[in-house]
Structures are given as structure tokens and as C-alpha cells.
Nanobody
Framework: QVELVESGGGSVQAGGSLSLSCRNPGFSISSTCMAWFRQAPGKQREGVAA????????FYADSVKGRFAISRENNENMVALRMDSLKPEDTAIYYCASMDKGSDCFYRRRLPDESDYKFWGQGTQVTVSS
């Protein structure tokens, strides 16, 4: 079973920025849809952003559109999430997720569901104070 490895996160004041990164030690992500999810205390895990294998399609939750940007560097087997204009309601554990090897999301019409992803990281905490 592949476990993705996240880094970044931390604590920041409202209006600040943070970046997260995620690597897959198990296989090349170059043909695979990748995503970020988050889970706030007492809430269900929700999709934040996703990116198709070549980066040509990106998807965002309405709550983060215009503030967050997902990107990928396939030659480094890495996906990143840049978070700007952070708000206290962005406080959560952020998880990196990967579809099964070779599964893409380029032709999806919306952010793929949690059930579409096979591999996950352990999560990294993001805390935004007011």
C-alpha cells in the first residue's frame, strides 16, 4: 500500500499564505489525477482541489476558488497547494490524495469525490488564527 508524504503546513495569521507539497514514493504520478482534501474538527473530509495528470485541468471547491492554486511537477513526482488569503475557516488537517495509477480526471466536470481516490497521506495541520 502506497502512503503519500505531505510536507508544509503550520500556523499563520488570517490573510497570510502557506504552501503544501506531496510526494508519491510508490509510483510515478505522471498519468494520475492528484488532489488535496481537508478535514476540520467535527466536520467531514472535503475536497479542496484536484489536478489532472498533465496539469491541463484543475478543479477547486467554491470556498477556495481564487485563493488556492494546485500545481504539479511530474518530473519530481510532486504536487503542491499554494494557499493565499487564508481565513480561520481554512483551519483543518490537509490530506494529499492520488487516484489509482493511470487514472485521470481530465474529462471530469467537477471536483472528483473522495471515493475516487485510492492512496492517501497522513495529513498535515494548517491553523489560521484571526
Amino acid at each position: 500500500q502506497v502512503e503519500l508524504v505531505e510536507s508544509g503546513g503550520g500556523s499563520v495569521q488570517a490573510g497570510g499564505s502557506l504552501s503544501l507539497s506531496c510526494r508519491n514514493p510508490g509510483f510515478s504520478i505522471s498519468s494520475t489525477c492528484m488532489a488535496w482534501f481537508r478535514q476540520a474538527p467535527g466536520k467531514q473530509r472535503e475536497g479542496v482541489a484536484a489536478i489532472s495528470s498533465g496539469g491541463g485541468a484543475t478543479f477547486y471547491a467554491d470556498s477556495v476558488k481564487g485563493r488556492f492554486a494546485i500545481s504539479r511537477e511530474n518530473n519530481e513526482n510532486m504536487v503542491a497547494l499554494r494557499m493565499d488569503s487564508l481565513k480561520p475557516e481554512d483551519t483543518a488537517i490537509y490530506y494529499c490524495a492520488s487516484m489509482d495509477k493511470g487514472s485521470d480526471c481530465f474529462y471530469r466536470r467537477r471536483l472528483p469525490d473522495e471515493s475516487d481516490y485510492k492512496f492517501w497521506g497522513q495529513g498535515t495541520q494548517v491553523t489560521v488564527s484571526s
